[in-house]
């Protein structure tokens, strides 16, 4: 038994990075890290932990999986947003965010290339990185 464990312990930890890059945007948070934003980052729900993880205390994120803590008008907020809905440019300006990091295919990352003001920073096939 302490052998499978072991054994099963040394693969879980070399597909650790495989894993992180089929899952999470880790080529942005490259990016990130050598490009590191001024003020909190628009981020995709899913992806709020990680970020986190790999890039707190110098990047802090819009919200991360922990909704009921940030409370209701907050995740409406990034729904708005995120889905374009409503004003979805209000909350953006209202926290001050100058970096979003998306999913590729999001509304979102449709809208973002197409306002003036917004650049495309960073893409690869699961993430987008655009700033003001």
């Given amino acids: 038994m302490a052998v499978f464990i072991v054994a099963h312990t040394a693969q879980v930890i070399r597909r650790q990075p495989q894993t992180e890059a089929e899952h999470f945007p880790a080529g942005a ?10 003020g909190p980052v628009f981020n995709h729900y899913d992806w ?7 890039l707190y205390p110098g ?4 919200i991360d999986g922990r909704a009921d803590v940030y ?11 995120y ?18 990091i998306v999913a590729r295919n999001s509304a979102l990352a449709a809208a973002l290339r197409m306002t003036p003001g917004w650049a495309c920073r960073y893409e690869d096939s699961q993430a987008v990185i655009f700033s003001r």
């Fill in 71 to 81: 409370g209701e008008p907050l995740m409406e907020q990034f729904l708005d947003s």
């Fill in 83 to 100: 889905y374009l809905t409503d004003d979805w440019r209000q909350p953006l300006s209202q926290w001050g965010i100058k970096t979003a």
């Fill in 48 to 54: 709020g932990g990680y970020l986190i993880f790999k």
């Fill in 59 to 62: 990047t802090r994120v819009f």
């Fill in 29 to 38: 948070v490259i990016y990130l890290e050598t490009h590191p934003p001024s």
